[in-house]
């Protein structure tokens, strides 16, 4: 994460990246990718691609970038990317 994170430049931004390498928050946050698609080919316990805003622990936006024909979420990702969150922080 740190590497992603530097090579992202958000150092001494308010943007922190964090892991989940036992799954432990994609499971709490019910975010686990379970569709037959990414299982059949051995991607077992890979996160859906989401995006939160939290405040004090609040969440105050979640974003989640899934579709029936892409349960990954990667053809489309535009609703977890920068601009839309922070429309979304905006309006909130």
Known sequence: MKAWAADQGI?????TFMGD??????KALDM???????NSIGIIGRCKRH???V????????AIAEADDDPAG???P???CAPAMLDAIKGN
């Open 78 to 80: 535009e609703v977890t």
């Open 21 to 26: 390498p036992s799954g432990t928050l994609t």
């Open 32 to 38: 686990e990718l379970t569709h037959e698609g990414p």
């Open 51 to 53: 995006a939160l805003h």
């Open 11 to 15: 150092e001494g931004s308010m943007i």
């Open 74 to 76: 990667d053809a489309f």
């Open 55 to 62: 405040v004090d622990g609040e969440i105050k936006h979640l």
